[in-house]
């Protein structure tokens, strides 16, 4: 995955209960980022990063928070799931935006 | 908002033949950079394709190629000669020149029939 680690691969639940996705990279990227994949809504931003600390919102961040203390890792807290948090997660970095992202493979999460 | 629009939810193609999935794109902006990802059943997402909007000549890679319509904001995707691997679901995408963030459509599902 050119560099790039999400951990778990799988994960189930239970409903109120804090839950963290991990992203990983070496390859030293400046930019991370969070996205969801729902059936019919494609590609969510959920938050983002351009910089160690610097971190930002993306379009449905409700319920998430994120963290990034040294560049190679990105973590992404369900403070207390629900079962609308039900989704495939994936995490992207980049260098150079004009080149697109490179993809983790992805975190497939359950909320019972 | 920045929007991206797949009209096509669902497609099917022969094996061997030529298919072309569509993508419209919402921007006032004129510096631009557009992509096409897919995404095969083992849900790896994997880049096929990039256009800058400065360059009016279309993309090409193998297969693989776009025809890009900037005043009607269009990026379609044709694949040529479709091989059984081709089956995934396909991303358009697109970010303006000084954005942080590619901002994506809602995918398209493409069949191949052997």
């Known amino acids: 995955d050119a560099g790039i680690t999400q951990s778990p691969r799988h994960k189930v639940t239970e409903t109120g209960t804090p839950v963290t996705l991990r992203c990983h990279q070496t390859e030293n990227h400046r930019y991370m980022y969070w996205y969801r994949q729902d059936p019919g809504h494609g590609l969510r931003l959920i938050h983002y990063s351009y910089g160690v600390k610097d971190t930002d919102k993306g379009e449905v961040s409700d319920g998430y ?3 990034r203390s040294k560049t190679e890792d990105f973590l992404l807290t369900l403070e207390s799931a ?3 948090q039900t989704s495939v997660y994936f995490c992207a970095i980049s260098e150079n935006l004009i080149y697109g992202y490179t993809f983790g493979s992805g975190t497939r999460l359950t909320v019972v | 908002a920045q929007t991206v629009t797949q ?3 669902e497609m099917s193609v022969q094996e061997a033949e030529t298919v072309t ?3 419209t794109y919402d921007t006032s902006e004129s510096d631009y950079y557009l992509f096409w990802y897919k995404q095969p059943p083992s849900r790896q997402m994997i880049l096929v394709i990039r256009q800058e909007a400065y360059k009016q000549q279309n993309a090409t890679e193998n297969r693989f ?3 890009f319509q900037k ?3 269009s990026f ?3 694949i040529s000669d479709s091989q059984l691997g081709d089956a995934a679901m396909y991303f358009c995408a697109y970010r303006i020149k000084g954005a942080q963030k590619l901002v994506f459509g809602q995918g398209t599902r493409l069949t191949i029939n052997p």
């Open chain 1, 65 to 67: 928070s994120v963290s």
């Open chain 2, 21 to 23: 999935l569509s993508c």
């Open chain 1, 82 to 84: 629900t079962s609308s």
């Open chain 2, 71 to 73: 005043a009607a904001k």
């Open chain 2, 76 to 78: 379609s995707l044709k």
């Open chain 2, 65 to 67: 190629s776009v025809n």
């Open chain 2, 7 to 9: 009209s096509q939810p």
